[in-house]
Nanobody, 121 residues
Framework: QVQVEESGGGLVQPGGSLRLSCAAS????????MAWYRQVSGDKRDLVAS???????SYADSVKGRATISMDNAKNTVYLQMDSLKPEDTAIYYC???????????????WGQGTQVTVSS
């Protein structure tokens, strides 16, 4: 009914840039929240950046000044632009969204399958 797909991950050299995309599709009435999390093997999944329909973006301290989250409402797509990448940014990045379906009911949360980002020389 609803699909969430990330793209844009890959291998990047330190100091480089990368742009992640996450598109939600299906029977969507309104997206309330879209966010990016990341997870290193064996660790918990941490919030990187988020944006809601009525509020501005927020960022984790570790990426402030280097990351920009934005949303294209017409396409139900969120982007994460990351610059000055560091090896410490290496992780699996997951897209997260909370949305209202066309038929109403309770808002529902969805996770993407994740996309690998590797920062290495």
């Amino acid at each position: 009914q609803v699909q969430v797909e990330e793209s844009g991950g890959g291998l990047v050299q330190p100091g480089g840039s990368l742009r992640l995309s996450c598109a939600a599709s299906g029977s969507i009435f309104r997206i309330r929240v879209m966010a990016w999390y990341r997870q290193v093997s064996g660790d918990k999944r941490d919030l990187v950046a988020s944006i809601s329909s009525g509020d501005g973006p927020s960022y984790a301290d570790s990426v402030k000044g280097r990351a920009t989250i934005s949303m294209d409402n017409a396409k139900n797509t969120v982007y994460l632009q990351m610059d000055s990448l560091k090896p410490e940014d290496t992780a699996i990045y997951y897209c997260y969204t909370v949305l209202d379906g066309v038929r109403g009911g309770r808002p529902t949360a969805y996770w993407g399958q994740g996309t690998q980002v590797t920062v290495s020389s």
